[in-house]
């Protein structure tokens, strides 16, 4: 633990690296004032392990553990950005990892539901919701693929692991009709890019690829089966 002085230098540094961060981000695109304040207000070295706590404001992916990963800021402020969330909504993410990209969600839902598949991170990170205080994220450990029907539908969905073929048509099925998915989509290593599914008004299923991107793998049972 730090002490003292000490510590007040590594809080004023992570004050310095946050708002550069922000800064950065404003450069990059985001304009969203609400998204902007959202990843104000969530403080990542919370989210990353202690080894990591200098480089919580880098604008990077970092290792959090079970071979998974904190997304990298300027991806999670792109998602966020394109999901266009009111505060009335219902939102469910799956992938919860580290839980950072949950608490970011958090500040602009009503309620966010996130679905982890690893015991060990699902538990980390609802001691950090605690620990600042959200109160309005409802978690649990499964397999995210096949959604929370219980929950649906839902306003949102974002997906933070990448499916490699197609959609899980649960997710879908589990989407309000005037709702918004962006999940990833395609090979880890190589082809991977962001999608935005919606409905257009006859009900048909819409699907825009955005942006290049690098996820872990969406690992569940519902992975690779068409969409209805
Ligand atoms: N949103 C996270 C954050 O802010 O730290 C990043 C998550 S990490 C890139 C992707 C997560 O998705 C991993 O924790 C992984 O275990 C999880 N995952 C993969 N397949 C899943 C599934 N079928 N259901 C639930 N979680 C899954």
Redesign the pocket.
Known sequence: AQHGAAANVVFMTLEANRIRLIMELRGQGITDAKVLGAIERVPREV?VPDTFRDQAYENMALP?G?G????QPAV?AFMTQELKIGERMKVL??????????AVLAKLCRRLYS????RE?LVEAERKFRELRINNITAKV????KGWPEQAPFDRIIV??AATREIPHALLDQLAPDGLMIAPMGDTARDQHLYRFSFDAEGNLEQEKMWPVR??????EE?GKASG
Do not use: W
């Open positions: 989210f959090i079970s998974q990963t904190i997304s999670v993410e799956v992938g919860t990892g580290s839980g950072y990209q949950a679905i982890e598949r690893h991170l499964g397999d995210g693929t933070t692991a996820f872990v793998p969406l690992i569940g992975e």
